[in-house]
């Protein structure tokens, strides 16, 4: 079912290139930095994450988008007790976390310089969660949407007439969800874009 989500939405944001001159889409490779309760869950940076944005121009320095990401997080936590309601499991830990957020956004692009863009911008939306445990032979797995507030800054190099590069810092806040806790990180974008 996720996947589904996933490949209908790059898909989308695919073809959509073709109602708007003046847009452009990318493909970023995004590191994750997790904070607050996914933190807790899963401490380490994750270099396994990929975002696909679409946006058109609607004035020379303001521009509207959809976008959809994925997220993953792993650590090993080695020999621990895990309580779930009234039960208690002790073994291997480990912790996993995928996280998918969709989104529109909107960005404000400054400076005069028809290569290089600095650019700020927010996104809205929401984020699918899937936290998992698997310690010793069992597994706790528990998952849910929450809304989502993505704050970016970063800036765009066009290398060429409709090429270019992307680099971006961007904070994905996730409200709270029942079971899962607020699953809030942080993430550098690399990527690529192609301008239409």
Known sequence: M?????????????????????????VNYSIGFPSGDLKDFTGNTSGRGVAVDYAFMLKSNVSVGLGIGL????????YSSLTDGTQTF???????VNALPI??????????SSN???????GIGTMYVNKRADIGIFEIENDGWAF?????????????????????????????????GSMTYSSIMIGAIWFY
Request: overall charge positive; glycine content about 10%; proline content about 2%.
């Open 116 to 122: 290089v863009m600095p650019y700020i911008g927010v």
């Open 103 to 112: 989104y529109v956004n909107g960005a404000y692009y400054f400076g005069n």
């Open 2 to 26: 996720k996947m589904k989500i996933f490949l209908t939405a790059i898909f989308s944001l695919i073809c959509a290139q073709g109602f708007s001159q003046n847009s452009f889409g990318s």
């Open 90 to 96: 002790s073994g291997n830990q480990f912790n996993y």
């Open 148 to 180: 989502l507030v993505k704050p970016e800054v970063g800036f765009q190099y066009k290398a060429a007439s409709n090429i270019g590069l992307n680099l971006s810092y961007r904070y994905n806040y996730a409200s709270d969800i029942d079971n899962v």
């Open 71 to 78: 997220q993953t997080f792993y650590e090993e936590k080695g």
